[in-house]
């Protein structure tokens, strides 16, 4: 007779992502995991592996849930600066108040942690940056074509270096820096980019 699953796997997984997201995969235990699932260790390892597919298919998850709409709407919006300043205003608002304040980003926390290394959950945080700074270049080519950026800018330096503010700002928050510092590091990075008319 098949086992049967007395629980839903997507419940479970969100509840892992809170989890890692909070604390960090790294400094959680299968223990502290097993008690926040209300699963045996069996159970999880029958439905999701060893911790680091648990890790992969929460860092999947994030993606999915949290970063991938965010990149879509990015890459849509046709404002260019303007568009980019918002995500930044959204991104500062989201890390310093509200229900995840203070958490940080999981995949920023998961570069800057060891498990970040392994090959299972690089291929996520390389697809993850690829698809963030898809999405700055997609607001840059906007801002280039409505005469916003200064002359000669490199859109795709400019792209990389967006991205990787965003990363600075997640680390930043979850150590506590205050909201108006870090919207003012994003404006000048911004203020480098544009034309006297924008700033």
């Known amino acids: 007779m098949p086992d049967i699953k007395h629980f839903d796997p997507d419940v479970t997984l969100d509840r892992v992502v809170r989890l890692f997201w909070q604390r960090g995969a790294d400094t959680t235990g299968i223990a502290e995991i097993v008690e926040v699932s209300g699963l045996?260790?069996?159970?999880?390892?029958?439905?999701?592996?060893?911790?680091?597919?648990?890790?992969a298919a929460a860092l999947e998850r994030?993606?999915?849930?949290?970063?991938?709409?965010?990149?879509?709407?990015?890459?849509?919006?046709?404002?260019?600066?303007?568009?980019?300043?918002a995500f930044f205003q959204?991104?500062?608002?989201?890390?310093?108040?509200?229900?995840?304040?203070?958490?940080?980003?999981?995949?920023?926390?998961?570069?800057?942690?060891?498990?970040g290394?392994?090959?299972?959950?690089?291929?996520?945080?390389?697809?993850?940056?690829?698809?963030?700074?898809?999405?700055?270049?997609?607001?840059?080519?906007?801002?280039?074509?409505?005469?916003?950026?200064?002359?000669?800018?490199?859109?795709?330096?400019?792209?990389?270096?967006l991205t990787l503010q965003a990363y600075a700002v997640n680390l930043r928050s979850r150590a506590g820096a205050e909201a108006a510092v870090l919207l003012a590091g994003v404006r000048a990075v911004l203020d480098a980019f544009t034309t006297a008319q924008e700033r």
């Not at 959950?121 to 840059?140: E, F, K, W, Y």
């Open 40 to 55: 045996s260790r069996s159970s999880l390892y029958a439905t999701f592996g060893g911790k680091t597919q648990l890790q």
């Open 62 to 85: 994030y993606l999915q849930r949290q970063s991938r709409p965010v990149f879509e709407a990015l890459a849509a919006d046709t404002r260019g600066v303007p568009a980019i300043a």
């Open 90 to 115: 959204r991104l500062v608002a989201a890390r310093c108040s509200g229900e995840h304040a203070r958490w940080g980003c999981l995949v920023t926390n998961t570069h800057a942690a060891a498990g």
């Open 117 to 161: 290394e392994l090959p299972e959950i690089r291929t996520i945080l390389d697809r993850h940056h690829d698809a963030l700074r898809a999405a700055m270049r997609a607001a840059l080519q906007a801002a280039r074509a409505d005469g916003q950026l200064r002359a000669g800018l490199d859109v795709e330096g400019a792209a990389e270096a």
